[in-house]
């Protein structure tokens, strides 16, 4: 039987996710595609740039935390978590910069994300972009679609790639990526008011794995 288990953190905005293999076959996180197996032997051959890539993703993850607060500062219960995950993402962002400094390597430029701005697109095509509450969802869905993304990622890096430290390393931030989406999806249902927001969610889960199709052969974290 899979053990599933969701639950409050020690913060009030949080949930905490302890999933044992909930995450198997990408159940939990809803993801139509799963990645090209043959992904993490590509991440391998230029260990350097997926954890220059990964860096970056977590500073860009804690600048869009603090861009909700600014956008978002009626909802108190959002600023709450958007500070804690604001918070977490650069404590990560820290410890990936230190293992760029075990491996003798420097952090580099900020890397460009495509997959990332597929997913904009798609969402400011569509007509919920025609309301506040339509662009709140969006923000929301865009902000859980990456999570739950990185967090398929750092699920296979932490049972396939050959380095033992990485794999260890990935472990330990998967279970974050995977509250972090939670938390994004609870939002949107929360206070996107006359939105669909499941039937949005599976809509865009759909996009993605069209997406999905051509991605995975590049050597970064959503690549």
């Known amino acids: 039987m899979t053990n599933i288990s969701i639950a409050l953190t020690s913060h009030p905005c949080l949930i905490r996710v302890d999933f044992g293999i909930f995450v198997k076959k990408n159940k ?13 032997r590509i991440v391998e051959k230029n260990i350097e740039e997926i954890l220059i890539d990964h860096a970056y993703c977590e500073q860009k993850a804690a600048s869009n935390a603090i861009s ?3 956008t978002y ?10 500070c804690a995950i ?13 293992k760029l400094k075990e491996r003798g390597l420097s952090l580099g430029f900020e890397r460009k994300d495509p997959y990332v701005n597929d997913l904009a697109l798609y969402l400011k095509q569509g007509k919920r972009n025609s309301s506040p509450a339509g662009v709140f969802v969006n923000k929301m869905l865009f902000a859980a679609m990456i999570e739950a993304r990185s967090c398929e990622r750092f699920k296979i890096l932490s ?13 330990s931030l998967m279970e974050s990526e995977a509250r972090h989406y939670t938390t994004f999806l609870g939002f949107a249902r ?27 052969q590049k050597e970064t974290m959503h690549g």
């Open 28 to 40: 939990m996180l809803g993801l139509k595609m799963a990645t090209d197996p043959r992904w993490v």
């Open 68 to 70: 909700m607060i600014v």
């Open 73 to 82: 500062p009626q909802y108190p219960d959002l600023v709450e978590a958007m």
């Open 86 to 98: 604001c918070k977490e993402e650069m404590e990560h962002f820290e410890m990936v910069h230190q």
């Open 159 to 171: 049972e396939q790639i050959s380095d033992t430290d990485l794999r260890e390393f990935y472990r």
């Open 190 to 216: 929360k206070y996107g008011k006359g939105i669909d927001v499941d039937g949005a969610w599976k809509d865009f889960l759909e996009f993605e794995a069209q997406l999905m199709a051509s991605y995975g």
